[in-house]
């Protein structure tokens, strides 16, 4: 069984603020070395996405580390602006495991890149659902896409939470000096 953790692994094209969350796998040493990749490179090339491919081709992981290492090769392909192909092992990982909350998560920043705020806000909104181990990450993803919409009530309260889950990310406190508060 996997032991699962979930870390900021890089930020978005389009929002350097909003980063992904990787998914810590034990299994082989190939989905261990695509989670270190999604976990640790900035500068992802092609033989990180090879790691990643060789992990699920040669098989043998668990139903858990399999949804991750999908979860990992599609951060490793935003990172190279690959999003339809990370959207496509985003979703592999949901239909592989559907309680894992980081593929929703990851699809739901995506979707913020492709520029298609109402479903990215629905799935952040699913990642919290499913407990993600990075909510603060959800809260802002989120509020970008009902800032994005046009409903700066709901992204001012989205912003606010990830700053009070996450006080020492600046991104959230900084987007929070955009808005006035009237009562």
Same mark, same amino acid.
């Given at each position: 069984m996997a032991i699962m953790r979930y870390v900021i692994a890089a930020a978005l094209a389009a929002s350097p603020a909003f980063a992904q969350a990787g998914v810590r796998t034990l299994g082989s040493s190939d989905a261990r070395?695509?989670?270190? /990749? @999604?976990?640790?490179? +900035?500068? $992802?090339?092609? +033989?990180?996405? $090879? +790691?990643?491919?060789?992990?699920?081709r040669v098989g043998g992981l668990d139903i858990r580390d399999t @949804?991750?290492?999908? $979860?990992?090769?599609?951060i490793l392909r935003m990172r190279l602006g690959h999003i339809d192909a990370a959207i496509a092992d985003f979703d592999a990982a949901s239909a592989i495991d559907p309680g894992q909350p980081e593929a929703y998560l990851n699809?739901? /920043?995506?979707?913020? $890149?492709r520029q298609q705020p109402g479903e990215a806000a629905r799935l952040f909104t699913v990642a919290l659902e499913r407990n993600t181990m990075r909510p603060e990450l959800a809260h802002y993803g989120?509020?970008? /896409?009902?800032?994005?919409?046009?409903?700066?009530?709901? @992204?001012?309260?989205d912003y606010r939470r990830a700053s009070e889950l996450a006080p020492r990310w600046r991104e959230p406190r900084a987007d929070l000096t955009r808005f006035r508060v009237t009562r």
């Open positions: 070395g695509c989670y270190l /990749a @999604a976990e640790l490179r +900035r500068n $992802v090339d092609m +033989r990180d996405l $090879v +790691r990643c491919d060789d992990a699920l @949804a991750a290492t999908h $979860v990992n090769r599609g699809k739901g /920043a995506a979707l913020i $890149v989120r509020a970008v /896409a009902h800032e994005t919409l046009g409903d700066a009530r709901a @992204a001012y309260a």
